[in-house]
């Protein structure tokens, strides 16, 4: 083998070495994630209340991430989260909050989950609602 033969193996092994750890710079799975607690989504001193059920939901979207510029492919959730999540379950609070979020990212695509779960409760004060099947 000649030197010019041995200069070239080991540039292409170099070149092939660096694709390889930029590849799996990029392709590589990335996580961050956080938890809280809190006593209720709304104020109720000296309110009395039945606790109903506890919930426990995930929500989940995505948005497609290019260093600082970033679009969501689907609508976050955040915005109105209690109140969707009352409105489905036909309660008046949730008392005993946990919750946690995490981001995971795939290459270009990043993954927001934000999980919570808590007691429902009803005020005693309020109407019972029925839901009727039509």
Do not use: H
């Amino acid at each position: 083998m000649g030197n010019q033969e041995v200069r070239s193996y080991l540039v292409k092994k170099n070149i092939f070495l660096i694709l390889i750890i930029v590849l799996s710079m990029f392709v590589s799975n990335c996580a961050s994630s956080s938890v809280g607690i809190a006593t209720s989504n709304k104020p109720i001193p000296n309110t009395p209340y039945e606790t109903i059920k506890t919930v426990d939901k995930t929500f989940t979207w995505y948005t497609f991430d290019i260093i600082l510029f970033g679009v969501p492919i689907s609508e976050p959730p955040v915005a109105n989260l209690y109140e969707k999540l009352l409105e489905e379950e036909s309660g008046d609070a949730l008392v005993n909050i946990r919750y946690w979020n995490d981001k995971s990212i795939f290459g270009p695509i990043t993954r927001y989950r934000f999980n919570i779960k808590g007691d429902l409760v009803k005020f005693s004060n309020s109407p019972v609602q029925t839901k009727s099947k039509k």
